[in-house]
């Protein structure tokens, strides 16, 4: 049986352009095409989690708008409990998603809205929730200090935690010793540990830097080159598992982390939870969009059983 997910994060609605290239500064182009659709890495990692099989729950605040409308239909049918609070005084965030559209690679701007306003008070109303779960995930949109708090309390009632330091941000004294796992790619692991991440070797680097600041084990994701995984027992490379032409990499990170959540909650060991995850993110680069391109639970294991 499956325990349960508890992922704190934030929703936004990701609003995607598909151009040949970026605009400079001061110039205007034209696009290919446009999409309006459910995003933000916590729920985007929650929906993930719950169509790979999970039982999750997400912490996180919404404006009272049609953005917020978007988000609670969008965990409606991945099947995600929300833990929210609604602020009228605020708005639900938004996000500017750039893809180049030759290679399906992509620059964000995400402005939070109402989930900046997450505080230490709303992770300790949910301090049953969060002490109670069997995995325990955030990452670094919502404030620091909420986060802190909440690893802090999911460690503490026994939780298995990770850690997706996304977008990269100076990390609070003690916040990576909460860890179990941290998850970060290639340019989040150089701003983490200060090792510029190109290859596996370099990875293997960087991992046993991110141990030595008191992570129990580094997941660097390495994009086409999949992942590697590092407990200082363990050292594994995960190839990509190759699920079809590059599509959109937007959602990559976020369906790895969700379905690494759903593999760890139902007792896999790390490596195969790498594998798991990795099959899940190898799918939703094959499909546009962020929370739509998420594998089910039949597609993970049709993939991994393809090798």
């Not at 929650?46 to 978007?70: E, K, N, P, Q, Y």
């Not at 070797?201 to 991992?207: G, H, T, V």
């Not at 993110?281 to 049709?302: C, F, K």
């Amino acid at each position: 049986m499956s325990g349960k997910i508890v992922i704190l994060g934030v929703f936004v609605a990701d609003t995607a352009y598909r151009a040949d290239r970026a605009p400079r500064m001061g110039e205007t182009i034209m696009g290919n095409s446009f999409r309006l659709g459910p995003g933000g890495k916590g729920s985007n990692q929650s929906v993930a989690a719950a169509r790979a099989g999970g039982d999750v729950h997400i912490i996180t605040r919404l404006g009272v708008d049609d953005f917020a409308d978007m988000a609670l239909k969008t965990w409606a049918e991945a099947g995600v409990t929300p833990e929210v609070t609604r602020d009228a005084e605020s708005y639900t965030g938004a996000a500017y998603i750039f893809i180049e559209e030759a290679t399906g690679n992509n620059a964000i701007i995400v402005a939070p809205g109402a989930a900046l306003g997450i505080s230490v008070a709303d992770i300790e109303a949910h301090e049953a929730l969060v002490g109670g779960a069997a995995v325990f995930v955030t990452q670094l949109e919502q404030p620091m200090d909420a986060a802190m708090r909440a690893l802090e309390i999911a460690r503490a009632g026994g939780a298995r935690t990770i850690l997706n330091p996304a977008p990269a941000a100076k990390l609070p004294e003690g916040m990576l010793a909460l860890c179990d796992f941290v998850t970060p790619n290639e340019s989040e692991a150089e701003a983490l540990c200060g090792v510029p991440v190109v290859t596996p070797d370099d990875a293997a680097k960087a991992a046993e830097a991110l141990l030595a600041q008191g992570v129990g084990a580094a997941v660097i994701t390495l994009g086409g080159n999949g992942a590697f995984y590092h407990d200082g027992t363990t050292s594994v490379h995960v190839p990509i598992f190759d699920a079809g032409p590059v599509v959109e990499t937007t959602g990559a990170g976020d369906a790895f982390n969700g379905a690494f959540a759903t593999a760890l909650a139902e007792g896999m060991n790390p490596v195969d939870a790498v594998r798991f995850g990795s099959a899940a993110a190898g799918i939703s680069v094959t499909r546009p969009g962020t929370a739509p391109s998420m594998a089910s639970r039949a597609e993970i294991e049709a993939l991994l059983a393809r090798g």
